[in-house]
């Protein structure tokens, strides 16, 4: 479900270190370097104008991959 337009988009920043992934990109961010929290480390994304409308967390990896070690 959509959020409602009279809202307008979810954004939760604070000094650049944003724990929220659902927030979205606005064009004021733009050119900005931001710190995601993916629930372990904080990922440094550098937003471009093709990220506008996108949430945060799309640009963060939050599982790694996984590989069985030889004995």
Known sequence: MNRSNRKGPFIKSSNKNIFSKSSVITKYLINTKITV????VLNE????????????GEFVNTKTKFSFKKL
């Open 45 to 56: 994304v550098v937003i471009n104008k093709n990220m506008v409308g996108y949430k945060l």
């Open 37 to 40: 929290y993916n629930g372990k």
